[in-house]
């Protein structure tokens, strides 16, 4: 059966029938394109998935599509404003904190929670904000640096 | 004192000492930043969508060990959406696949010989119907005696896995006369050490997509495979080897690669998804594993046990080490043998042994096969060498640091396989390490009674490349456009490491232009040259020097067109800012698109291509001595503290310092970002990671038990980078890849020792482990 | 048949009347872990996400009441120690920002770390029908043997009530994980004490079932936690509990650090007590 789905993803509108257990994940990727959102463990343990729901992280491998209905979505290709990048993705860059890449959509998903709900939060703050994305290659410390750098400059 | 006088202060190696130079050296940022953060750049999973036409899936052994009695596919082919079931009697070729040894089906023939053995391969016109079909697989199995491990396969009537027993190969080092030294030494110490299984847990999961088109080759023809692995011309032999296909007509495709650690060095999809291609003409099929797939398919870390035993004289001078490895290569051979070299090389570090007897064995077992992750036996071997050395000191009431001090090699000293080091800075690294260590002071114990806070230290060598006479060389070529652009092509792959920067920045270095002005296209089996495996921290030696001497020859090019269009010797054009110029008078110039143009008409290429091949020599069969079984050595040391809870076991690393000689950072945040990376792999290795197995069956295969350190679990690792040129590496450069792994571990297993009195022999050191070592040693504190 | 009724009482309804047929899913966290491994969810799926009050928090008559669909998140942000604790250490904000205490009661791992608090806290949980309407139930009684409830097929959680928050005098949580964070408990330990003395003990990962240790309790009474009435209890603890040994952990590590967190909550509920008083 399909679920006859309506909400907001990266600002648009979206309304499509999907399989009823179908996830988000799947419906981001498969139906809607929008590969940055990446699966890796599609069991809640890596992050890698996060998107933001109504501003909050969730991860998307453990969300029903049709959950999301009437719901806002924002993805990690929600995030530049046109060109020009965000200040945490380019402080991302700029830090080295993206180095294979595929952790950095959840990680930016959740700087970027955490920096509009705290930008002012401490170190130990946002190593909880960040404590459900694995990261297998940095060691975290340019991560660290790079959301303290965005804080900073505020305007996530 | 009495070994053989020395200068004891060697000369500092010459630091390299060239002009500044204007892009080496520098953390440009990521050619590929952008895309990575706007998650616009195309992973494996990511080629699906809008491309995929059919999608395959893997019938995989339910049976750690069986005879394979039938294969009945009927009821999948009958399904709805399936197009094609097959079996290794579908496949062209010699359906092996491995590395060093050929012995891997592709699909089983007439055996299983682990729990992820592949048997059969479905393809459907969904991943829906293709996940279902392969359910509906049904193999008959004759179940056989499963080996669960090294004991297993050693024991007296174990069931003979191969025709040869389960002994599948070793290696061994005779330097001097060790039981004759032991006999001598004024102190014995010895332990066993067991290390576990580790699984290389990258996040970007298995996945590509082929096509195949039958006539031509490629780009319009041919057998196009879009997987990331580690070594895409290895890749196109085996796959074709395989296959039966012969290797022109296959392209292979690097896509994005979100990690590697060794584990895409074996075959992983690839021969899957073009057998699936090939049956399936001008239809693009997809493939992808999940997590648990993955894991259970895929090789892993060798779990080893060492048998160590060390001599020394009472001033602590060591004079003799006997070790003895059993590894478990599990089902197949993947790189063990190669593991193995490098675990015997790499047996006493970079310790001064006079006398050293070294013997490894592989054994078979029905796990899955293990093979190559970021450290390749020498981390195994550093976790034992450094447990020796803090077990000595202890023995012998020595600070741990002096009597590392006093045995670390020097500039000239030899290290197990009798090759002598000529640039050895790993005393240099400790003192680093220990001084930066030292800047807060010594640690204090905590006030609370159940708390013990300790600190441990580890010095590593790494020897650089393949090594030991294997064929080690990497090919690159540089071009120039008519924009007055470079393309760097290499076959190297960027796995996430930064290759493709650390190309682009030695290119524009050495030709003089900005980074903007060159392009790298790498890891396409059809446009770019074999520069050999992402491994082995070789590529930016090797592929470093390939492209350096590409650019170089292009320079030179460039250099004859400018002295003729302007008149002067080419030794007198420098080249910079976008043009170039005479270097006394720089109003004399030409731009480089212009100089280029002017090039074509002069008919220069403007395009080069090298090769770069250094020989190292094999190690001697009987003694293990070879006079170059590296091309050169790496060198680093940690220092770490950690806080430990002696009622729960529970340990956290507080502080973490690593110094590393990388000879030269091309790009110092990548090496940064390489050293803070291995630490946190080691500390996930020393503190928690195992992949746990019974009777062959991993019983954590999904990231809910094969837990990985969080971002709780790594403190902000203190990075230190020496700068001791190579005299053979790119502007001096070595390499940094593994080291940093390699160091991590010893030191937080000397540092769980210096604070609860118990020595760790066994990894991980989860909290049960620790609460029982000092249980065990009765209270031990 | 995916449902996704707006309010509590429709969603009741459906559940009344398709009873163990349809499959109540909230967070996801758990649920969907399995649809991933390959699991069906089944023909019938009560999504309770879109139920509008269901994440509420009231209080009455000095009580607090959880809704069923509170999520961990929230859960951090209360002032009980104990609960706030056993919250923040479960998965990741994203798993906390999902994951309800109904899923986490409905599941009922061994392991639920949110049970474990809620138990020391003498938390009851209010079950209900669409018809039959809503009994309360001690959670301590809730909870059968492996996975197994007291909740019927026909039957939701719609209420949690946690007696009396502002009368505790301490409470005190803590996880022994295998890392910082994201951990599936080897062990949980919760303790909560009224003004009246009254101590309970809960653990998780030691038994079939999230556990009160009554036998312990009933041994510390509610004298003044002395240093040895805190190591009698601590033996006591080791022998009630009923851990096995899996591949996480072996029973003997299990039964030995109920000892260790049996005398570190007592100490902690002991120095937080003197702290109020």
Redesign the interface.
């Known amino acids: ?1 399909a ?1 006859h789905l309506e909400c907001t993803i990266n600002g648009s509108a979206v309304e499509r029938d999907v399989p ?2 179908v ?1 988000l994940l799947s419906f981001l ?2 139906h809607l ?16 998935c ?1 998107v933001l ?1 109504d501003d ?4 998307s ?4 599509a ?2 999301v ?2 719901r806002r979505v924002t ?3 929600g ?2 404003h046109g060109d020009r ?1 965000a200040t945490v ?2 402080k ?5 904190a ?8 959840g990680l ?1 998903m ?1 700087a970027k ?1 955490l920096l509009e709900r705290n930008p002012d939060a401490g170190e130990q703050e946002l ?18 640096e790079a959301v303290q750098l965005a804080a900073r400059e505020g305007n996530p | 004192m009495s070994r053989t006088p020395r200068i004891d202060a060697p000369p500092s190696p010459t630091p390299y000492t060239e002009h500044e130079h204007p892009v080496v050296g520098h ?1 440009c ?2 050619l ?3 895309e ?8 494996g ?2 080629l ?3 491309q995929a036409e059919l999608f395959a899936a893997v019938v995989r052994s339910d049976q750690a060990h069986a005879r394979v009695v039938s294969i009945d596919t009927s009821a999948a082919r009958a399904m709805d959406g399936v197009v094609g079931v097959y079996t290794h009697s579908d496949v062209g070729g010699t359906n092996r696949h491995g590395l060093i040894r050929r012995d891997h089906p592709a699909l089983a023939e007439d055996r299983v010989r682990y729990l992820g053995d592949a048997v059969a391969l479905v393809v459907a016109t969904s991943e829906r119907v293709v996940s279902q079909a392969i359910r509906a697989v049904k193999v008959e199995y004759e179940p056989l005696p499963v080996i669960g491990d090294i004991d297993a396969a050693l024991a007296e009537g174990a069931y003979p896995l191969y025709p040869g027993g389960n002994v599948m190969g070793g290696k061994r080092i005779r330097k001097g006369d060790t039981d004759a030294a032991l006999a001598r030494a004024d102190v014995v110490v010895t332990e066993t050490f067991h290390t576990q299984t580790v699984d290389h ?5 298995e996945a590509g997509v082929a096509r195949y088109e039958p006539s031509g080759d490629p780009p319009d023809g041919g057998l196009t495979i879009q997987v990331s692995g580690q070594w895409v011309h290895e890749e196109r032999r085996l796959i074709a080897l395989a296959l039966g296909v012969e290797p022109e007509h296959i392209r292979i495709i690097q896509p ?4 590697a ?1 060794g584990g895409r060095e074996d075959i992983s999809i690839q021969i899957y998804l073009g057998l699936a291609a090939l049956k399936h003409p001008g239809k693009t099929v997809a493939l992808r594993y ?2 648990a797939e993955s894991m259970r398919a895929r090789h892993k870390r060798h779990a080893i046990r060492v048998e160590y035993t060390v001599g020394a004289k009472s001033d602590g001078t060591l004079t003799a080490a006997k070790v003895t490895v059993w590894s478990d290569e599990g089902a197949y051979a993947s790189t063990g043998l190669a593991v193995m070299r490098k675990a015997s090389s790499h047996a006493t570090g970079p310790y001064r042994v006079p006398n050293v007897s070294v013997d490894v064995y592989g054994v078979h077992t029905n796990n899955n096969p293990t093979g190559a992750m970021r450290g390749f036996g020498a981390c195994q071997m550093a976790i034992a060498c450094g447990g020796m050395i803090d077990r000595l000191a202890a023995k012998l009431g020595m600070d741990r640091l002096e009597l590392r001090r006093k045995n670390l090699i020097r500039a000239g000293d030899d290290v197990a396989t009798g090759q002598r080091i000529p640039v050895a800075t790993v005393v240099e690294c400790l003192e680093a390490a220990m001084a930066r260590f030292r800047q807060k002071g010594e640690p204090t114990q905590p006030a609370e009674p159940h708390l013990r806070r300790g600190y441990g230290m580890s010095a590593i060598c790494f020897g650089l490349g393949y090594g030991d006479g294997f064929p080690d060389c990497a090919r690159a070529r540089v071009a120039f456009g008519d924009d007055g652009k470079a393309t760097v092509y290499t076959g190297g792959v960027d ?4 290759l493709i920067n650390t190309m682009a920045q030695i290119a524009a270095d050495e030709l003089g232009l900005e980074l903007s002005q060159v392009r790298v296209v790498s890891a396409d089996t059809m446009l770019t040259p074999e520069s050999g495996s992402s491994s082995a921290t070789r590529q930016t030696y090797f592929s470093g020097n390939a492209v350096r001497m590409a650019a170089e020859e292009v320079k030179e090019q460039l250099l004859d067109v400018a002295g003729r269009h302007l008149s002067v010797h080419p030794h007198e054009i420098e080249i910079a800012e976008g043009c170039a110029r005479v270097a006394a008078d720089p109003d004399r110039r030409i731009s480089l698109a212009d100089l280029v143009a002017e090039g074509r008409r002069r008919g220069y290429s403007l395009d080069a291509r090298t090769l770069f091949k250094p020989r190292t020599v094999c190690e001697d069969f009987d003694t293990g001595q070879s006079p170059k079984a590296f091309v050169t050595y790496l060198f680093g040391a940690h220092v770490a503290q950690v806080l430990v809870d002696i009622e729960t076991g529970e340990v956290k690393v507080e502080r973490h310092v690593a110094c590393h000689d990388v000879g030269k950072a091309i790009n110092p ?2 090496v ?2 390489q ?7 080691g500390i996930g290795m020393a503190l928690m990671e195992e992949v746990v197995t019974r009777e062959g069956r991993i019983l954590n295969a ?3 038990d094969y837990i ?1 350190p ?3 679990d ?1 403190p ?2 203190e990075c230190l980078i020496l700068e001791n040129d190579d005299p053979g590496g790119p502007f001096g450069a070595r390499g940094i890849g593994e080291p940093p792994l390699i160091g991590a571990v010893p030191a937080v297993l000397g540092a769980i020792y210096d604070a609860i009195g118990v020595a760790p022999s066994t990894l991980p050191c989860n909290p049960e482990r620790v609460w029982r070592m000092i249980r065990d040693a009765g209270g031990g504190i | ?2 449902h ?1 009724p707006a309010t509590f009482a429709k969603a009741l309804a459906i559940k009344a009347d398709l009873g163990g047929r349809v499959t109540p ?1 909230a ?3 758990d649920l ?2 399995g ?3 390959g699991t ?2 089944g023909e019938e ?1 009560l ?1 309770l ?2 139920v509008a009050d269901y994440g509420d928090i009231d209080t009455e008559n000095g009580s607090l009441l959880l809704r069923g669909g509170v999520t961990f ?1 929230r859960l951090a942000r209360l002032d009980i120690r104990c609960l706030a604790d056993a919250a ?1 250490s479960v ?5 906390r ?2 994951g309800t205490i109904a899923g986490n009661l409905a599941t009922a791992s061994p392991a639920g770390d949110g049970s474990a608090a809620l138990l020391a806290l003498d938390a009851e949980v209010e079950i209900s029908h669409a018809t039959r309407g809503a009994r309360w139930i001690k959670l301590a009684d809730y909870f059968l043997e492996y996975r197994k409830t007291a909740l019927g097929d026909d039957e939701l959680i719609s209420r949690i009530r946690i007696p009396a928050p502002d009368a505790l005098e301490a409470t005190a949580w803590y996880k022994i994980g295998k890392r ?3 951990n599936i408990s080897v062990v949980c330990a919760a303790a909560a004490r009224w003004p009246d003395g009254r101590l309970c003990l809960a653990f998780g990962s030691v038994a079939p079932v999230p556990m009160r240790a009554t036998e312990t309790e009933r041994l510390i009474g509610t004298g003044p936690l002395t240093e040895e009435l805190i190591h009698q209890a601590a033996q006591c603890a080791m022998t009630e509990v009923r851990p096995i040994d899996d591949w996480r952990a072996s029973a003997d590590y299990r039964r030995a650090m109920c000892g260790v967190l049996t005398r570190r909550l007592l100490r902690a509920v002991r120095a937080d007590s003197e702290g109020k008083g």
């Not at chain 1, 190593?127 to 340019?142: D, K, P």
């Not at chain 3, 998965?91 to 798993?95: A, E, F, L, V, W």
Request: proline share 2%; net charge negative.
């Open positions: 059966m679920w009823e257990d996830t990727r498969d394109g929008l590969t940055g959102t990446k699966g890796a463990c599609l069991e809640g343990e890596c992050g890698s996060t729901l909050e992280p969730a991860c491998c453990l969300v029903l049709a959950q209905h009437g993805t990690v290709e995030l530049a990048l993705q380019e991302f860059v700029e830090t080295g993206a180095q294979c890449g595929y952790c950095t959509p930016l959740a929670a190593r909880v904000a960040l404590e459900g994305n694995i990261c297998r290659c940095t060691g975290y410390a340019s991560i660290v | 953390s940022r990521r590929d930043g952008a990575i953060t706007t998650g616009a750049i195309r992973y999973a990511d699906f969508p809008g847990a990258f996040l970007d999961l994005a690669t979100g990690g650690f999940d997590r796995v996430g490491q930064g945040k990548a940064e970002g050293i803070c990376g291995g630490v946190a792999q999904n990231f809910t990985l969080t971002i709780h790594v902000k690792v | 048949m995916f996704r899913l967070g996801g966290t969907i872990v649809l991933n491994r069906s969810l799926v999504d996400s879109g998140a923040r998965g990741g904000p994203q798993i920002n999902r910082g964070a994201v």
